[in-house]
C-alpha cells in the first residue's frame, strides 16, 4: 500500500472521529437527544488559588535567515493559578437545565 494513501486513511479517519465526537457530546442527559444543548455561561465557584508547577518548555533558535539552526529543552517553575468554574447548559429539546463543574488551570 502506498504511503500516501495511508496518510490520507488516517486523515479522513481523524476527521471523522472528530465530528462524531462533536455529535456525541452535545447529548441531553434527560432525553437522550443529541445536537440539543446549548451553553448559556459559567460562573467561578472557588476562589482563585496560586500555586507554582514545573513545565517543560522548548526554545528554537534561528540564524539571521529565519532558519532553525536546533533547539532545546529546559524545565521552568511557574506561577499558576487554579479555580472552578460551573458551566451552565440547557436543552433545546425539552427544556431541562443542568450544569457541569470544570478546574482550570492557567499561568498567572
Known amino acids: 500500500m502506498d504511503i500516501g494513501l495511508i496518510i490520507i486513511f488516517v486523515v479522513v479517519g ?3 472521529w472528530l465530528i462524531l465526537k462533536h455529535v456525541f ?3 441531553c442527559p434527560k432525553c437522550q437527544q443529541y ?4 451553553y448559556e455561561g459559567h460562573k467561578i ?3 482563585k488559588e496560586p500555586f507554582f508547577k514545573t513545565l517543560t518548555r522548548e526554545d528554537i533558535h534561528k540564524n539571521s535567515e529565519g532558519k532553525e539552526t536546533g533547539r532545546t529543552e529546559r524545565t521552568e517553575q511557574v506561577r499558576m493559578i487554579r479555580y472552578s468554574t460551573r458551566n451552565y447548559y440547557h436543552c433545546n429539546k425539552c427544556g431541562y437545565k443542568f450544569c457541569k463543574d470544570k478546574i482550570v488551570e492557567e499561568e498567572g
Open 45 to 47: 465557584t472557588s476562589e
Open 25 to 27: 457530546a452535545n447529548k
Open 35 to 38: 445536537r440539543a444543548v446549548e
Open 14 to 16: 481523524l476527521i471523522l
